[in-house]
């Protein structure tokens, strides 16, 4: 699998370059926002269309809050078209966040995500090109979350145990729903939390998140990263710089996987700023920050406690993307190329904030803007 990992990287290029001409090797590129049909607009409960993932033919994957702030996921299209859904468990309280979220998307149109039901328990579900629904559910179950989904339909995401006291820290625990409807439940060695974000699964079945190991009472605990793969062996990590304190902050957070194996994710350091990191399949971590006030110095200003670098996900090319804050306290929009160069952006209106969630292996990204009354848009950057 790294062989032919190595061959679609090495294709991807290809096509990418052959596409471009001298005269335009270097476009601006393309930042729109977008509405999913039924979204909300009340100012300053954040209700709208936010994007999510988005798969390698550009289908991007999300969820809508309506004038009533309920969930409603949805598939939008290349040219436009939205598909929403709704899992037939959902809940309407919109003020308990009711309804249908999604976590990620496959090439195939799966998706991953979690239900909100009438009494409030979550449910991861997969949803199959069809349209029909794969809830995940087993004993003691006491909620959980859908995340990420591959190219063979394996769903990653967490869940919490009934068995269990969630009063000083949530004990969550990774799962994996394989392609045959079987689970397989999983803990790095030493987790008291098991977090999985999304893009945390790769088409080999390796994948990553980060994990909490703490003091008998709970009262200290570090955050590292690791990686499970497709064996079921783990590769734990610490970035360089990482904090020990995970409750101010401190810890290496994976946020998502490639194909080759390459993880992007962010680290907060004793200031309790963020920092971006690379790690390549063979181990090596590479830092990175967009330069802001709170990153020029190893001894930032006082507010600038959780501002920094937050990278998402990393795509074939190697390419990143992700938010950054520091300058003025809000957040805009990045990507970083495997050579290091990192370019800037912002989605167009005054005052608009701007969040990146994923990027496909052609370099588009989608994720969310906020408008300056808080009303969401989904994003999308097309380089």
């Known amino acids: 699998m790294f062989f032919n990992s190595k061959i679609r990287r090495a294709v991807a ?9 001298a005269a335009d ?19 300053g409960v954040q209700q709208g269309t936010v994007g999510v993932g988005e798969n390698e033919f550009g289908v991007i994957a999300g969820l809508i809050r309506d004038q009533n702030s309920v969930r409603h996921g949805y598939l939008r299209y290349p040219d436009g ?26 090439a195939l149109g799966a998706v991953a995500g979690s239900v909100r039901d009438g009494d409030n328990l979550d449910t991861p579900y997969v949803r199959d090109p069809d349209g029909t629904f794969y809830s995940v559910e087993f004993a003691d179950f006491a909620g959980g979350n859908g995340e990420a989904i591959n190219l063979w339909g394996a769903m990653v995401g967490n869940f919490l145990k009934l068995s269990e006291d969630q009063s000083v820290l949530f004990h969550y625990h990774g799962f994996i729903r394989n392609p045959n409807g079987s689970l397989t439940f999983f803990d790095p060695p030493g987790s008291q939390e098991t977090d999985i974000p999304n893009a ?54 994976p946020q998502g996987i490639n194909n080759l194996g390459e993880v992007s994710g962010y680290y907060g350091d004793a200031n309790s700023v963020y920092h971006g990191f690379v ?44 938010s950054y804050s520091g300058e003025d ?54 380089p």
């Open 13 to 21: 290029l290809g096509i990418l370059i052959g596409g471009l001409s």
């Open 200 to 253: 945390s699964i790769n088409d080999s079945g390796a994948v990553t998140g980060d994990y909490w190991t703490c003091s008998a009472d709970l009262s200290a605990c570090t955050v590292h990263g690791f990686i499970r793969t497709p064996a079921g062996g783990y590769v734990t990590f610490d970035a360089p710089g990482a904090g020990a304190n995970g409750y101010a902050g401190g810890g290496t957070y």
């Open 25 to 43: 090797a270097c476009p601006p590129p393309i930042i729109k926002t977008f509405e999913g049909p039924g979204a909300g607009n009340t100012p």
């Open 81 to 106: 078209r939205f598909l929403v859904f709704d899992h037939p468990d959902a809940g309407t309280d919109g003020a308990n966040g009711q309804g249908t979220r999604v976590g990620g998307v496959n």
């Open 329 to 382: 306290g809000n957040p805009h929009g990045f990507w970083r190329d495997a050579d290091g160069s990192i370019k800037r952006f912002d989605a167009p209106g005054a005052g608009n904030l701007t969040v990146p969630q994923a990027i496909n292996d052609a370099g588009q990204i989608t994720g969310i803007v906020f408008e300056p009354n808080l009303v969401v848009e989904g994003l999308l950057v097309i």
């Open 279 to 322: 790690r390549s399949a063979d181990g090596k971590i590479t830092t990175f920050d967009v330069p802001t006030t709170c990153t020029k110095t190893p001894n930032p200003p006082a507010d600038c406690a959780f501002n920094g670098t937050f990278p998402a996900n990393v795509n074939l090319l190697g390419r990143v993307t992700g």
